[in-house]
């Protein structure tokens, strides 16, 4: 099991940057893919990114792309979502979560195992 930790949100306007963090401890995280999800009020939860254990592949939601970056430092057992350009829409509770698999089944909740508690995006308008 990953006991897993996020920070970083808060209220920014739109246009604005965010970086969020999330920790890692428990099992030997470098051997994990993580992904970032996020939910918003009423809404399902949805993928936003994910990167393979050795940060070779990275996933990406298209309407992300070219916004969002996804990257992790295993030595820090940390993965990181820096997001740029914000705009509204990104309101939402942001959670990364762990899975020991790979392929385009992590775009869905399905695999990860673990999950952190998330962290609060507002972005004003």
């Known amino acids: 099991q990953v006991q897993l930790v996020e920070s970083g949100g808060g209220l920014v306007q739109a246009g604005g940057s965010l970086r969020l963090s999330c920790a890692a401890s428990g099992r030997t995280f470098s051997s994990y893919a993580m992904g970032w999800f996020r939910q918003a009020p009423g809404k399902e939860r949805e993928f936003v990114a994910a990167i393979t254990w050795n940060s070779g592949t990275t996933y990406y939601t298209d309407s992300m792309k070219g916004r969002f970056t996804i990257f992790r430092d295993n030595a820090k057992n940390m993965v990181y979502l820096q997001m740029n350009s914000l705009v509204p829409e990104d309101t939402a509770v942001y959670y990364c979560?762990?899975?020991?698999?790979?392929?385009?089944?992590?775009?869905?909740?399905?695999?990860?195992?673990?999950w952190g508690r998330g962290t609060q995006v507002t972005v004003s308008s």
């Open positions: 979560a762990s899975t020991n698999v790979w392929g385009t089944v992590v775009r869905t909740t399905t695999p990860y195992n673990d």
